[in-house]
């Protein structure tokens, strides 16, 4: 059996679908929103001129401070109407609001409106902090929204704007870290740009490798799917053994053996679809039978025999003629024919045709039970539909000699005769067969 053309179909186990890497979107604020502005308005001053180096930004007083810590109240309370009624009496006075001030307000809205699941607005709040200008704001609030917003649009599939919020985000954070990298591969997937998507993804994988970390297996997942969009099977296949590596299931080891087979290594393909099995992640039909085939054509067939044996008791494999017969095929490779002819007896019975009942004939006359060999012949005469009944003939003819009769045995033989792919060997058992039966006419005389 050729295991090349047995595993064709394996690499289908590959899947071509995209894969999506999950959305964490990170709190709008910390747990306290006075904790980002400072526990009071004199930290609230020392944090702003922290940034002084690059930007002055305003101070925040003590009126706005104290307005936002009663919308922080209420929203450590989980009132978020309250806290909205909170934001909206520091709006109405916002006339007197810096623009620092007026940030922070603007940031408390987007926060309320995250925390009630209302992404639009909030989206339109965080903008609005933005719009205060850079120069009155701390580099880190306004790195902070942009990456917000960019997580926002996230959320709502507009993965163009997430990645016009995100490039912003890229452009001013001096941490830039993997799996930033990786979610902005995964945006620009969506939006089709695979070639930025695998620059993207393959950075966040190379970061963690690099500092001794194990990547996350969604990473692995989109770096292998985009190998696979390119036919780079060598590639997907060392994606795919650090997933078995780092993150082993059977999938993998099913798609590596798919990979291992598109590259034509044979002795790989059969261990790691060996592996699957063994991890329980072959459970279809079709899956169990092509393991069986793989072992019978890597030359071990009592290991085949013995998978389709589990898997028809376990009802994985349907009990029909065909796989029956795969399995006395199986057994009868390991010599184990002992085991291999109440399976194809059994497929024999279940079958429409005669065939399995003419190879039964020929087992049973190597075997030399020749009355089981007449007895099997018959019933496949019996059924018809035999690809070679010429052989049959012989076999029948043979058999019938063995038993000492002679005139069926020529009978049959003589129909052999009328067959070209059997002519030469039956005039021959014709010969044989006339001279015993004169041996035998003439002792009994």
């Known amino acids: 059996m050729n295991m090349t053309t047995v595993t064709k179909g394996l690499s289908k186990f590959v899947l071509r679908t995209s894969v999506a890497l999950p959305l964490v979107l990170a709190p709008a604020v910390s747990v306290s929103v006075l904790e ?49 009624a909170a934001l909206r009496e520091m709006e109405a006075g916002k006339d007197k609001l810096n623009a620092y001030e007026a940030a922070q307000m603007y940031y408390f809205y987007g926060f309320v409106n995250y925390s009630m ?27 902070g929204t942009l990456l917000t917003i960019a997580q926002l649009y996230f959320v709502q599939e507009d993965y163009k704007q997430a990645l016009v919020y995100l490039n912003k985000w890229f452009a001013l954070s ?5 799996d930033k990298y990786a979610l902005r591969a995964q945006a620009y997937h969506q939006i089709g740009e695979s070639g930025k998507a695998m620059a993207d993804i393959t950075k966040a994988i190379s970061m ?28 997907v296949a060392k994606v795919l053994e650090k997933l078995v590596k780092y993150y082993p299931k059977g999938e993998y080891y099913k798609q590596l053996a798919g990979m291992y087979g598109e590259l034509k290594r044979e002795d790989d393909m059969l261990h790691m679809m060996e592996a699957a099995y063994v991890a329980g992640a072959l459970q279809k039909e079709k899956e169990l039978l092509n393991m069986a085939y793989l072992f019978m054509g890597a030359e071990m067939p009592y290991k085949g025999a013995k998978v389709i044996d589990k898997g028809i008791k376990e009802k994985k494999i349907e009990r029909t003629s065909k796989n029956l017969e795969s399995l006395a095929q199986a057994y009868q490779m390991a010599q184990e024919l002992q085991k291999s002819i109440p399976e194809l007896e059994a497929a024999a019975s279940m079958s429409d045709k005669g065939d399995l009942y003419s190879r039964l004939a020929g087992i049973y006359l ?34 019938n000699a063995n038993l000492k009769k002679y005139d069926t045995s020529l009978d049959y033989l003589k129909k052999a005769l009328k067959d070209k792919r059997s002519e030469k060997f039956a005039r021959q058992w014709i010969s044989f067969v006339e001279n015993e039966k004169n041996r035998a006419e003439q002792l009994a005389m």
Do not use: C
Request: aromatic share 10%.
């Open 366 to 399: 190597d075997l030399d039970k020749n009355e089981k060999a007449v007895s099997m012949g018959s019933k496949a005469l019996q059924k018809g539909d035999i690809k070679r009944p010429d052989q049959l003939y012989i076999v029948l003819g043979m058999a």
């Open 208 to 235: 963690y490798e690099q500092e001794g970390k194990t990547p996350k297996e969604n990473w692995f997942q989109l770096q292998r799917y985009f190998y696979y969009e390119d036919n780079d099977y060598k590639n």
């Open 117 to 143: 699941e209302r992404y639009s607005q909030a989206i339109n709040y965080y903008k609005q902090v933005l719009a205060q200008g850079q120069q009155n704001l701390p580099v880190a609030l306004e790195v």
């Open 36 to 84: 980002a502005v400072g526990v009071s308005a004199s930290f609230a001053q020392a944090n702003a001129q922290s940034e002084e180096k690059t930007r002055k930004a305003p101070s925040m007083r003590e009126s706005a401070f104290k307005h936002l810590g009663k919308a922080q109240e209420a929203a450590d309370a989980g009132n978020w109407q309250e806290a909205l």
């Open 174 to 178: 001096d941490d830039v870290g993997a």
